[in-house]
């Protein structure tokens, strides 16, 4: 047993590696990887971790310094715990299934599980995950063309593979979905070119200069993914909740649950059609969306009630409210339960916000010539 160094991403890593002979021919595995170089000087624990692993593989004593040690390269063995996952929800069998009806010539299941690794462990393009392949160990080697044509068979797929780990899900956790969460997202592009799915739009993280889509992804009330949708990428948050309904009530027979959203999706129209489903909600809400009266009551500091915190003040009232609107004419009234909170740290963070925008803003209107086309389109 010894000790080996090798780089990775410009970075030195440790590991202690064995060697053993099989048919007539010296192997090396690894017994176990000790981690960067750079958080391992200095560190008594480890090197003494170190030492003591050799001592007893060697049956005697000899001190080692890890940082003198020879190069070998390391491979990825972590991907061993999304594999056991991978496993449960029988993916394999669901890719096995899609390979015999479309009679795909390749091993999709290799292709998507790499895919899948790579995006959890560290995030690239098929491209870059086609030229990690040999970081991984004992995993079969996938054709850069298939990484490409999976997509298309992937995207045909895409429900029944859903309604298939919806199905897993349920009898392997006894999964009772009585509450899901839903949210929208975006994704950019690094173009320009609009398409029909592809456009301009609110963007999530800034890149308002680019077109992007709009991901609409309901999860069960444990972080289980249930579904998702695609949008173009002008689609208002809003407009996507009406789909989403669609999906738990047709495709996976979803009744009587309630939807969990953020003030994105807190409009009126999507209220009502989550009413209409028969289906509960829970929505963030600004206060100075709601009627005056009810904001006064709201701010009132009477009737809050509070929570015992060492670190920060927190209180919150509830309030019975009818939210009344029209919809075609028609007038609708929804009997709904405000929870006002209060967080003196969210009022410290609102308000040092609040002031760097003024700042910001004070200083584009001094030197005009400093905005940029991002700004000018709402960024």
Known sequence: MFIKTSKSHGREYVQIVESYREEGKIKHRTIVNLGRVDLLQGNESIQNLGRRLLELSQGKKKLVDIMNASQAKILNWGYKVYEKIWNNFELPKIFKEVKETRKITYDIEAVCFRMVI???????????????????????????????????????????????????????????????????????????????????????????NEVQVVLGLLIDSEGRPIGYELFSGNTFDGKTMVKALEILEKRFSIHNVIIVADRGLNNKKNLKHIVDKGYGYIVASRLKSLPHTVAEKALDPEGFTSIDNDEEDIRFKVMDHKNIFKDKGETIELNETLVITYSSKRAKKDMADLNRFVEKATKLLNNKGQITSSQKRGG
């Open 118 to 208: 790579q995006h959890l462990l560290d995030p690239k393009s098929k491209l870059g995950t086609y030229e990690e392949q040999d970081r991984y160990a004992n995993l079969p080697r996938v054709s850069l063309q298939h990484f490409y044509r999976s997509l298309d068979v992937l995207a045909q797929e895409k429900e029944k593979i859903e309604q298939k780990l919806f199905n897993r899900n349920m009898t392997l956790f006894n999964m009772k979905v009585d509450v899901v969460f839903y949210d929208v997202t975006t994704f950019s592009f690094e173009s320009v070119k609009r398409d029909s799915l592809r456009d301009f739009g609110y963007s999530k993280n800034g890149k308002f």
